[in-house]
């Protein structure tokens, strides 16, 4: 068990995604480039409300091992929940600034297959919304 002030350090957002390839030479891994808003200024917690000096998007590479499940193609435009809060971390050469959340596993028994599923919002949730 986690308390509730472990759980309030995880800040996940709202992400839109602009563009989404295959990573060459991987089966399962795919590079996302997603809209998190407008960048925070200092000390801001809501990347959707304010502005840092320089302005401008906050655009980050995601990478995610999610391929075997859904087409790059059919990510394009969606928004998702992005765990935004993590150290960067490289994967097979690329930078990734951000987590993907889905919902996996084994169908219930008596059932064969997997499920899969992306957590998605409206498309009129704005990018870089905190989910509360």
Not at 4 to 19: H, L, P, T, Y
Not at 27 to 47: A, I, R, T
Not at 62 to 69: E, L
Request: charged letters at 25%.
């Amino acid at each position: 068990m986690i308390t509730i002030d472990n759980f309030k350090k995880v800040e996940i957002r709202a992400g839109k995604i602009i563009s989404a390839e295959s990573v060459e030479g991987s089966e399962k891994l795919l590079k996302l480039s997603v809209d998190f808003g407008l960048k925070p200024q200092s000390g801001s917690p809501d990347h959707s409300m304010e502005q840092n000096d320089l302005g401008g998007k906050d655009i980050r590479q995601i990478i995610s091992g999610i391929a075997k499940f859904v087409k790059a193609e059919e990510l394009v435009s969606i928004t998702c929940a992005f765990v935004t809060n993590l150290e960067p971390r490289e994967i097979m050469g690329f930078k990734s600034e951000a987590m993907i959340m889905a919902v996996s596993g084994d169908l219930p028994a008596g059932e064969a297959g997997n499920f899969f599923s992306l957590l998605k919002f409206s498309e009129n949730t704005p990018p870089g919304s905190i989910v509360k």
